[in-house]
């Protein structure tokens, strides 16, 4: 069983930048994709990032492309979402998952997320 925990979401003004992380309790970390998804009030969970085991390829949902990046340190069982940018639309919650299939587009762990809100 995989435990993930996100932090460092908060309240920033748009144009902001925030760093979330999502801490891994698994050893072997490096076997799972990970991703970032999102869920605004009143809508679905959003697909925002991901990056594979292995090599670390990344992927990014369109409405992020160029604002936000995604990175891991297997050595820390740790993923990072950098999010330059911040527009009233990237107010949700967002979750970090583990994927045990390469891509970390569909997680089989979720994390219990953390609110990121955006002001005008």
């Known amino acids: 069983q995989v435990q993930l925990v996100e932090s460092g979401g908060g309240l920033v003004q748009a144009g902001g930048s925030l760093r979330l992380s999502c801490a891994a309790s698994?050893?072997?970390?490096?076997?799972?994709?990970m991703g970032w998804f999102r869920q605004a009030p009143g809508k679905e969970r959003e697909f925002v990032a991901a990056?594979?085991?292995?090599?670390?390829?990344?992927y990014y949902g369109d409405s992020v492309k160029g604002r936000f990046t995604i990175s891991r340190d297997n050595a820390k069982n740790m993923m990072y979402l950098q999010i330059n940018s911040l527009k009233p639309d990237d107010t949700a919650v967002y979750y970090c998952?583990?994927?045990?299939?390469?891509?970390?587009?569909?997680?089989?762990?979720w994390g219990q997320g953390t609110q990121v809100t955006v002001s005008t």
């Open positions: 998952g583990a994927d045990r299939s390469y891509s970390g587009r569909n997680p089989d762990y």
């Open positions: 698994e050893r072997i970390f490096s076997s799972y994709g």
């Open positions: 990056i594979s085991r292995i090599v670390g390829s990344t």
